[in-house]
């Protein structure tokens, strides 16, 4: 059983800074390539940044820069720097993996991540 766990989030003043963590929790020693999805309400669930086993990172074309994932060293274990932080950057975020596929197809293919986390809300005021 595989188990997303995620921490981080909060609100903040439009230009502050947020991170996300996420770790795989469960029976596996397999790489994961792991990222955030978001969704605002009314609007479709969009990929926000995705990263290969091999720390290759994918991003979408909103993020402009904004936005770093790494991997923190620890198995299966990302986190993702939120910087300059817009009102329009609010929503749910929603940690993703996969062990199949690379970054630049899980973070425009949703239909094809194997496990989600839970959410976490993101909160950016004007």
């Known amino acids: 059983q595989v188990t997303l766990v995620e921490s981080g989030g909060g609100s903040v003043q439009s230009g502050g800074s947020l991170n996300l963590s996420c770790k795989i929790s469960?029976?596996?020693?397999?790489?994961?390539?792991m990222g955030w999805f978001r969704q605002a309400p009314a609007k479709e669930r969009e990929g926000v940044a995705f990263?290969?086993?091999?720390?290759?990172?994918a991003y979408g074309d909103f993020v402009k820069g904004r936005f770093t994932i790494f991997r923190t060293g620890a198995p299966n274990t990302v986190r993702l720097q939120m910087d300059s932080l817009k009102p329009e950057d609010t929503g749910v975020y929603y940690c993703a993996a996969d062990p199949h596929f690379k970054a630049q197809l899980l973070i425009r293919t949703p239909s094809r991540i194997g496990f989600w986390g839970q959410g976490t809300q993101v909160t950016v005021s004007s």
């Open positions: 469960g029976d596996t020693d397999e790489p994961y390539i």
């Open positions: 990263i290969d086993t091999d720390g290759t990172a």
